[in-house]
């Protein structure tokens, strides 16, 4: 038994969820809204205190010894970067590609759209450097800290940039010239300083750019919060925060850019988790919350992916395959004369729902309130100004009827056409992480979580064909839940770009084991060896496992069938040299302890569920 009690908790947009195991092994469920007043502190550091029993003053000091640890995932970075709220940051750039980043690659997310728009990426100053690096890393001009540069930096200083982003050209091949520069910049008193070939060892200088000035700008804010909660827990409690790949880390070790999907990962992670120990292996994941639902599809490995399009700005970091669609409890109903749509405007946690009493508008949420399908008895007096109120059905009813009078409709129709239309958004979205990858969802579950995700469960499935959907008794808090499933994990990575080779793989070989030798208790971690190989001249990398003593014959073949699953076809030509080793990757993983019994079943009303149901459809 463990000596202290443990915290799991998911801090999502709407609600911050906490699932609390005491020292005996129960488990406590809280869950409070995100947006506190200022005064009140973090609302995880609240639930924490309310179950614990403890006063609520921020400032009163946890008993040591009471808590043994606490997982968190986060939104918080994910929050800086959209209301750009980040740190002010200068980029150092190559002389002579000042406007790189604002250039970018000449993507167009509207192909056909008349007026571009483009996403504004976060505010920076930039600031050119000399010298300059070949793509195989020789030095063709050396690099200049001179007195020019000096005062540039120190102007920049005096005017509020306390954060710098580092990204030259080809630095994931040679990073001399940005260490050399970080060491520099250091001196001058930069407080927070981000190398990109340290921040994503992956090329492609603008989508490295972007995420390293990411990093620079949303990291102050992310160790601030983490900071305030350590402060809040006291220097013993061991924290660890969830990243977007999947596995957790100290806020030591964290880098801002992988916090990105932070809390739908924990959600991920819980439903594959919990199917598997309900005997299912092929699983799609549908976490309908209250500002988003996120939908992911998982058959064996984790699906993970490399680089995500956040806002229009393209972000380098490893996360798990998660699609995220505005389609939320909280998501806004709108009438334009023409046709209803949902979302994507959210009434988030305040106001909320037009039925928490705070003057909110007409949402998803309202509609199954209208439909029956929220018993408002079942729901504590916890909604209005004062936080004593239940639910109002009565104002519902009146804004629907006031919709319902300008669609032509009855308020039933106007409300299951809302609830048709999310539906339809959230279908649409499964289909092109699975049907459209050439997975067969008839033969997966639907697992289902997420405080509204039970509402529409079924529905969904029909309407995709899926004949099974899985309710886990802990399905409202999945995400938190999930936090506790999860290993603490590390992953390593280097660009390798040579041509795939017996020679190549020898010194492969040589690289990995110095990489595991640099970091502390990788004896002890279950390691998992990655090679991401492509096409030459083709820029889609697939992710092969690479055991030990591996030849390329065998890569090659192990290429050749994972090229086909995904594409549908097979790559031309069978000769090792058509391969290109494009990074190399470890990860390593620390399991976590097996958690002792099941959850207990949650109760609705007076007919507690047991166990997990499963719903044929």
């Given at each position: 038994m463990p000596a202290g009690w443990r915290f799991w908790i998911d801090r999502g947009g709407t609600f911050t969820d906490v699932v609390a195991r005491s020292p005996a092994g129960e488990l406590r469920v809280e869950k409070v809204l995100s947006e506190q007043p200022e005064a009140a502190g973090d609302p995880a550091v609240r639930a924490i205190r309310r179950i614990l029993h403890l006063p609520q003053a921020p400032g009163a000091p946890i008993p040591a010894g009471l808590i043994e640890e606490v997982r968190l995932g986060t939104t918080v970075a994910t929050n800086a970067f959209l209301e750009r709220k980040g740190a002010p940051s200068l980029l150092l750039i190559n002389r002579g590609f000042a406007d790189l980043l604002e250039i970018g690659d000449q993507h167009r997310p509207e192909l056909f759209a008349l007026e571009i728009r483009r996403a504004q990426p976060l505010p920076y100053r930039v600031v050119e450097v000399a010298g300059r690096l070949a793509a195989n890393g020789d030095e063709l001009e050396p690099l200049r800290l001179d007195a020019p540069l000096r005062a540039l930096l120190l102007q920049a200083r005096a005017d509020g940039y306390t954060s710098v982003a580092v990204a030259l050209l080809h630095s994931t091949t040679n990073g001399s010239h940005e260490r050399a520069l970080g060491s520099w910049l250091e001196g001058l008193g930069f407080g927070q300083v981000a190398l990109s070939h340290q921040v994503s060892p992956l090329p492609r200088l603008v989508p490295r750019g972007h995420t390293t000035v990411l990093e620079a700008a949303v990291a102050p804010v992310l160790q601030a919060y983490l900071q305030q909660v350590q402060r809040a827990l006291g220097p013993a409690v061991p924290l660890r925060v969830m990243q977007s790949s999947g596995v957790l880390r100290a806020p030591a070790q964290l880098r801002a850019k992988d916090t990105i999907?932070?809390?739908?990962?924990?959600?991920?992670?819980?439903?594959?988790?919990?199917?598997?120990?309900?005997?299912?292996?092929?699983?799609?994941?549908?976490?309908?919350?209250?500002?988003?639902?996120?939908?992911?599809?998982?058959?064996?490995?984790?699906?993970?992916?490399?680089?995500?399009?956040?806002?229009?700005?393209?972000?380098?970091?490893?996360?798990?395959?998660?699609?995220?669609?505005?389609?939320?409890?909280?998501?806004?109903?709108?009438?334009?004369?023409?046709?209803?749509?949902?979302?994507?405007?959210?009434?988030?946690?305040?106001?909320?729902?037009?039925?928490?009493?705070?003057?909110?508008?007409?949402?998803?949420?309202?509609?199954?309130?209208?439909?029956?399908?929220?018993?408002?008895?079942?729901?504590?007096?916890?909604?209005?100004?004062?936080?004593?109120?239940?639910?109002?059905?009565?104002?519902?009813?009146?804004?629907?009827?006031?919709?319902?009078?300008?669609?032509?409709c009855t308020p039933e129709q106007a409300a299951e056409g809302a609830l048709a239309v999310a539906l339809e958004r959230m279908a649409e979205a499964i289909r092109r992480i699975s049907i459209q990858r050439g997975h067969d969802l008839r033969q997966a579950v639907l697992c289902s979580f997420g405080g509204a995700g039970g509402q529409h469960a079924c529905a969904l499935a029909e309407l995709l064909g899926m004949g099974q959907v899985?309710?886990?008794?802990?399905?409202?808090?999945?995400?938190?839940?999930?936090?506790?499933?999860?290993?603490?994990?590390?992953?390593?990575?280097?660009?390798?770009?040579?041509?795939?080779?017996?020679?190549?793989?020898?010194?492969?070989?040589?690289?990995?084991?110095?990489?595991?030798?640099?970091?502390?208790?990788?004896?002890?971690?279950?390691?998992?060896?990655?090679?991401?190989?492509?096409?030459?001249?083709?820029?889609?990398?697939?992710?092969?496992?690479?055991?030990?003593?591996?030849?390329?014959?065998?890569?090659?073949?192990?290429?050749?069938?994972?090229?086909?699953?995904?594409?549908?076809?097979?790559?031309?030509?069978?000769?090792?040299?058509?391969?290109?080793?494009?990074?190399?990757?470890?990860?390593?993983?620390?399991?976590?302890?097996?958690?002792?019994?099941?959850?207990?079943?949650?109760?609705?009303?007076?007919?507690?569920?047991?166990?997990?149901?499963?719903?044929?459809?």
């Open positions: 999907l932070s809390g739908p990962a924990g959600g991920l992670v819980g439903a594959v988790r919990t199917a598997a120990a309900a005997g299912f292996g092929r699983i799609v994941g549908f976490d309908m919350g209250g500002t988003s639902t996120d939908v992911c599809y998982c058959e064996g490995p984790w699906p993970r992916r490399e680089q995500v399009e956040l806002d229009g700005v393209p972000i380098q970091a490893p996360m798990l395959e998660i699609h995220t669609v505005a389609a939320g409890g909280g998501s806004q109903l709108h009438f334009d004369g023409l046709r209803l749509a949902v979302g994507p405007q959210s009434a988030g946690a305040v106001p909320g729902p037009a039925c928490y009493r705070r003057g909110g508008p007409l949402t998803l949420t309202d509609a199954n309130l209208l439909l029956g399908r929220l018993r408002p008895e079942q729901f504590p007096a916890v909604f209005g100004a004062t936080g004593d109120q239940p639910l109002d059905a009565a104002v519902v009813a009146a804004g629907f009827a006031q919709l319902a009078q300008s669609m032509g899985l309710l886990h008794p802990l399905a409202g808090v999945l995400s938190a839940y999930g936090m506790g499933l999860a290993d603490e994990g590390l992953l390593l990575e280097e660009a390798v770009e040579q041509p795939l080779s017996a020679p190549v793989l020898e010194a492969l070989e040589r690289r990995a084991q110095a990489m595991l030798q640099r970091q502390a208790g990788a004896e002890t971690a279950r390691l998992e060896r990655l090679l991401q190989l492509r096409l030459a001249g083709r820029d889609q990398v697939l992710a092969l496992p690479w055991p030990e003593h591996a030849c390329c014959r065998d890569l090659q073949h192990a290429f050749g069938q994972a090229y086909g699953r995904r594409f549908g076809h097979l790559p031309g030509g069978d000769g090792a040299a058509q391969l290109v080793v494009d990074r190399l990757t470890l990860q390593l993983c620390w399991p976590a302890e097996p958690l002792a019994g099941a959850p207990p079943p949650p109760s609705v009303g007076d007919a507690p569920q047991e166990g997990i149901g499963r719903a044929h459809v």
